[in-house]
């Protein structure tokens, strides 16, 4: 079984320019996560999508992130404009059973 | 919310020595996981406890509810276990399960050979 799908695995981009992560999450998995890990530090969640519902978003900035999981699979992380404070691995990750979440291999974006 | 230590933040050994990695938490939880991040960034689930011990392979890891303390202990260890070890809790509240995980800040464990 595929595990859950990040791309791409490494972005370098300038600040100010658009950037967008997608996750294909474990076929079936009806939860998906986004996660944001700065170096040194665990993961923080995003925002947690319940099928194509965005049902925790608190922690997402809204001034420049955003989100979109419309046929309750995929998922796209987008972020307009970067910012230095960006850089960082975007981890996503998927769950069909409470107390069980599969994590992707996660984006590694350098801002520039 | 709930906080989580780990400690140490860092660790360096030798080849085939018992590694330790402590995690700490404030508020009394239904379960607590211990993940495996390599260089890279991938996380891979290692264990979710809610009570006394879990082995897998090498790996044993073990919570005291009581203390609010659980343990990832490596026997044997191998330059291939150098990875982050991160701890995870769900939050206070009864939000069930890994709907909303904190995670500790991990360790960076490095297995010289």
């Known amino acids: 079984e595929a595990g859950v799908v990040q791309s791409p695995r490494y972005k370098i981009i300038e600040k100010k320019q658009p950037v967008a992560f997608w996750c294909n999450p474990i076929?079936?998995?009806?939860?998906l996560y986004w996660y944001r890990q700065n170096l040194g530090q665990g993961p923080e969640l995003l925002i947690r999508?319940?099928?194509?519902?965005?049902?925790?978003d608190s922690q997402l900035p809204k001034d420049r992130f955003s989100a979109e999981r419309l046929k309750g699979v995929d998922s796209t992380l987008k972020i307009q404009p970067a910012e230095l404070g960006d850089s960082a691995v975007y981890l996503c990750?998927?769950?069909?059973?409470?107390?069980?979440?599969?994590f992707g291999p996660g984006t590694r974006l350098t801002v520039l | 919310k709930n906080e989580v230590e780990q400690s140490p933040q860092n660790l360096t050994a030798q080849e085939g020595e018992f590694i330790t990695i402590n995690c700490s938490y404030s508020?009394?939880?239904?379960?607590l996981h211990w993940l495996q991040q390599h260089p890279g960034g991938g996380i891979v689930s290692l264990f979710m406890?809610?009570?006394g011990k879990k082995k897998h392979g090498r790996l044993i890891a073990t919570i005291n509810i009581q203390e609010k303390h659980s343990s990832l202990h490596i026997t044997a260890s191998h330059p291939r276990d150098s990875a982050v070890y991160i701890c995870?809790?769900?939050?206070?509240?009864?939000?069930?399960?890994?709907?909303?995980?904190?995670f500790g800040q991990g360790t960076r464990l490095t297995i010289n050979p």
């Open positions: 990750a998927s769950s069909l059973v409470v107390n069980e979440q599969f």
């Open positions: 076929s079936g998995h009806n939860t």
């Open positions: 999508y319940e099928n194509e519902e965005a049902v925790d």
């Open positions: 508020v009394g939880i239904s379960a």
């Open positions: 406890l809610s009570s």
């Open positions: 995870a809790v769900p939050p206070p509240g009864g939000i069930q399960g890994a709907q909303k995980l904190v």
